[in-house]
């Protein structure tokens, strides 16, 4: 899923803190076991996101798309104890899976794992958030991020994953509905007037808005 070649991106996990083994166990686990394996965040991309927890110090995280809980769980274990994560996934199937890891982290009274669909779970949810994850649907990335903003506070974060889409968003006229979906989401948040934006070319893209 990686842009950088593989030589740099052999590089770049020798030199980034390593992931504790287990969440090592659960990124094997989930290329044995689950159907789309590439969609897990991999250690590079979850010390990143650890780093911004670590940094931004956020006490209320929401993350959309918890596939097997992997992310989740990365920034779980860099929230204050007090701090809470709450994570939505539509996949019921996964339940037992990121139950299991969940308990392994011993970050379990910090994790709030909802399972629902995300447009209806959102309007929903009372708290307000310092940094939100979207990872799930891309069609349906911007309708996250206009449903979540109201409950960002001012000064909190949306992360967007994927956003280079392999690169193609940069390469490509024409892209497939995903393809198209995060081009037309990253020209809405770049030329929203209410956040500041960078797109972080982590991975397969990350697009960094701050709540103005
Ligand atoms: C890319 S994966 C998330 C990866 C995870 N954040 C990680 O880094 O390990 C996307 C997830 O979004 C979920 N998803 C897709 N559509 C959704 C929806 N409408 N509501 C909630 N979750 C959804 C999928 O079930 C899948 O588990």
């Avoid at 044995?32 to 956020?58: C, R, Y």
């Avoid at 903003?149 to 390469?171: E, M, Q, S, T």
Wanted: hydrophobic letters at 45%; proline letters at 4%; zero cysteines.
């Amino acid at each position: 899923m990686s842009l950088l070649p593989e030589d740099i991106e052999q590089y770049v996990a020798a030199h980034t803190t390593a992931a504790p083994d287990f969440l090592d166990e659960l990124e094997r686990e989930t290329k044995l076991k689950v159907l789309m394996p590439q969609m897990i965040s991999g250690s590079i991309q979850g010390s990143t996101l650890a780093m911004f927890v670590h940094m931004m110090q956020p006490k209320s995280i929401l993350e959309v798309g918890t596939f097997t809980g992997y992310s989740a769980i990365w920034m779980a274990q860099a929230l204050a104890d007090n701090g809470v994560i709450t994570t939505v996934d539509i996949n019921e199937e996964l339940e037992d899976m990121v139950r299991n890891y969940i308990a392994k982290s011993q970050q379990a009274h910090k994790i709030r794992y909802v399972i629902g669909n995300a447009l209806d779970v959102i309007p929903t949810l009372e708290s307000t958030f310092d940094l939100v994850f979207l990872d799930a649907d891309k069609v349906n990335y911007q309708a996250y991020y206009d449903m979540v903003f109201p409950k960002v506070r001012k000064g909190g974060f949306i992360i967007a994953d994927n956003v280079l889409w392999g690169g193609k968003v940069a390469k490509e006229e024409k892209l497939k509905p995903n393809g198209e979906a995060i081009r037309r989401f990253n020209e809405y948040v770049h030329n929203d007037p209410r956040v500041e934006n960078v797109l972080l070319p982590v991975r397969d893209g990350l697009m960094i808005a701050r709540k103005l």
